[in-house]
């Protein structure tokens, strides 16, 4: 749109210096907004981590005599060494299964086997199951070529995913390096976030929206996303150790479930029941099945414990989140994007809540005669 001055007439005094200005203000954002983006994720997840662990840097800050860098190192570097092994494990269970997948592959020795004759009698779809499973079993090379074009987009995705999940732990160990010196800073950063929230919902409600994220941050991260990733390693380092076939996979299908509020013994019952039809009913299955069972049902001790806190965020919001996040930012965007999603929930209904309630009266009553 072009700015013409009518016969006669001038532009407002300074509107076309505010324009400009305006212009520039929006260039520099969008070049700062480049130059960050790459960071975005890190620096997310970094300050959720931040913000979770911070109530463990203060209390262990008086016993270091008060030094908050010396804390935040101490918890950094505990955590990393608590939680490298079984990452590692995790990762390498998952990269020998890939392996073994694409040996099979190039081998030929994959096959299917022919389906029951009781699926063709199912209603609507049993005839054409029964022939393309059929079909299937006979001449899987034939299928395979026929229906590659197809597949192999799916298939970049997955490797894509696969890949991803590998990046996706390295991240987190840089944000959990960088979490650290948020928390060693976190005076300093507290007092940011009451200015940054001062400048966008003013002075009078900055300390009360920024309690209100801080919270709704640590109750979703320890209360959800926490505990599913703590019953994952528990659950998923003892399907390494026992040799359970995909077992990296079958964990991440256990920390699916946590985050989606579904009881994880949907996955480890029939991995019990497998270990004993596999291995017999010995003193090291019956420990394993024991040990397992007991940590698929951890979570109902820990939630108590650790989610809530005064917010109330529907599970829906952070079955979203999750998978929200899983879809747009891989592995990294399963944690955060259920905090993030929670987060933004809690403000809407908070900015709902504040409508004045004269005029919230005014208007139930404006629509009840009408």
């Known amino acids: 749109m072009i700015l013409t ?4 007439k001038t532009l407002p005094p300074g509107l076309l210096d505010l ?6 203000i929006a260039i520099l954002a969008f070049a700062c907004y480049r130059v960050f983006r790459p960071f975005i994720d890190l620096l997310v997840w970094a300050l959720i981590l931040s913000i979770t662990l911070f ?18 190192t101490v918890i950094i570097l505990f955590a990393i060494a608590v939680l490298i092994v079984p990452v590692y494990l995790l990762g390498m269970s998952l990269a020998s299964w890939v392996g073994d997948a694409l040996d099979v592959v190039r081998a030929g020795n994959f096959h299917i086997p022919p389906p029951p004759q ?7 779809l049993g005839a054409p199951l ?10 899987l090379t034939g299928v395979s070529r026929k229906l590659a074009p197809q597949i192999a987009p799916f298939a970049l995705v997955a490797l894509g995913k696969v890949a991803g999940a590998g990046m996706g732990v390295l991240m987190f ?7 650290g010196v948020f928390m060693a800073f976190a005076h300093t950063g507290h007092r940011h976030a009451l200015l940054i929230a001062a400048r966008i919902v003013g002075p009078g409600k900055a300390a009360a929206i920024t309690d ?46 946590g985050i989606m ?23 090291l299955t019956i420990a394993f099945a024991t040990y397992v069972f007991i940590a698929g049902l951890i979570d109902n001790v820990l939630k108590p414990l650790l989610l809530g806190r005064g917010v109330r965020v529907p599970m829906p919001v952070v079955l979203i989140g999750a998978l929200g996040g899983m879809v747009s930012n891989g592995i990294i965007g399963l944690f955060t994007g259920p905090v993030v999603l929670a987060v933004g929930y809690v403000l809407f209904w908070q900015w709902i809540e504040q409508w004045p309630v004269e005029d919230q009266a005014r208007h139930t009553t404006h629509d009840g005669s009408a």
């Open 19 to 24: 324009l400009i200005r305006a212009v520039l």
């Open 118 to 124: 009781s699926v063709a009698d199912w209603p609507l």
């Open 130 to 139: 029964h022939a393309a499973w059929s079909q299937a079993a006979t001449d």
């Open 5 to 8: 001055a009518t016969p006669g």
């Open 261 to 283: 509020q579904i009881p994880a013994t949907l996955i480890t019952l029939p991995v019990i029941i497998f270990v004993f039809a596999t291995h017999g009913a010995g003193p």
């Open 173 to 179: 160990f840089a944000a959990l390096a960088v979490s």
């Open 55 to 72: 109530p463990l840097q203060r209390k262990l800050e008086p016993r270091l005599r008060g030094k908050s860098g010396l804390t935040a």
């Open 212 to 257: 209100l994220c801080t919270s709704t941050v640590r109750a979703v991260a320890q209360g959800v996303v926490g505990i599913a990733f703590v019953q994952m390693l528990m659950i998923g380092i003892a399907f390494v150790l026992m040799d359970v076939p995909g077992a990296a996979l079958l964990s991440l299908a256990v920390l699916l479930l």
